[in-house]
């Protein structure tokens, strides 16, 4: 009987210890896709923003340019200027930053694990006649994404503007200036990274049935750097 209730009572010590688990892993993940969302929401704010206060300019322009903002729901919204749109795009789930990562040497992740988990907003770069003449087979890119933990501090991988002055994780805070730069060098970026003609073996040979589609809809793949590994464009 001795022995069995010390098996049980280990059981309990057992069972709560995976009930704290979960309430403490559970509530750390909570608190960060709360702060992610915040921070999505400041991006929207400060997206369309941009756009309202700078579309009486543009349409001053000598030619008519698309120039809009698009929300569309509570993960995702839409940047649309000239030929380009951005993406911007929170994922639901949380993170933890890589073993690997730079970021996990720093004293302010040694001090404390649970500042390694982050949400991530992704910045992908499309044509807009990808979306305008429904070019399902287009390819756009990931230039940056961001991310943000409970305390909002937060990091950017990106492609150059994108990426080169947000990675200071210990000591920034992911706040309306902040955002507000991390668009323009978004946008920035995605009027510098310009179309490029793809390869000519590439396109030299089609079927009717691919130049009957194209005449209908545009439909012969096209993205910035088709032919070329976007992997290598570091400068």
């Given at each position: ?120 907003i992704h910045i ?86 691919e130049i009957q ?23």
């Amino acid at each position: 009987m001795r022995v069995f209730n010390l098996i049980m009572e280990k059981a309990k010590v057992t069972t709560k210890a995976l009930v704290d688990s979960i309430i403490e892993k559970g509530t750390l993940k909570q608190e960060v896709f709360r702060t992610t969302q915040d921070a999505f929401n400041t991006f929207k704010k400060c997206g369309e923003s941009l756009i309202m206060k700078n579309r009486p300019v543009i349409e001053k322009s000598p030619l008519p340019l698309p120039f809009s903002f698009k929300d569309r729901g509570e993960f995702e919204f839409r940047l649309k200027f000239g030929s380009d749109v951005l993406i911007f795009f929170m994922h639901s789930n949380v993170f933890e930053i890589p073993r690997d990562h730079e970021v996990m040497k720093t004293t302010y992740i040694r001090e404390d694990k649970r500042r390694s988990y982050c949400g991530i907003i992704h910045i992908f770069n499309f044509l807009a006649d990808s979306f305008k003449f429904n070019r399902a087979n287009d390819i756009g890119y990931c230039i940056g994404r961001i991310f943000i933990n409970r305390e909002k501090h937060y990091f950017v991988e990106g492609k150059r503007e994108v990426g080169l002055l947000y990675n200071n994780f210990p000591y920034t805070l992911l706040n309306e200036k902040a955002v507000q730069e991390i668009l323009h060098s978004s946008i920035l970026y995605s009027l510098n990274f310009d179309l490029l003609t793809p390869p000519f073996d590439t396109i030299k040979e089609v079927t009717a049935g691919e130049i009957q589609s194209t005449l209908d809809a545009f439909s012969i793949t096209t993205g910035k750097r088709l032919g070329f590994r976007f992997q290598a464009d570091k400068e």
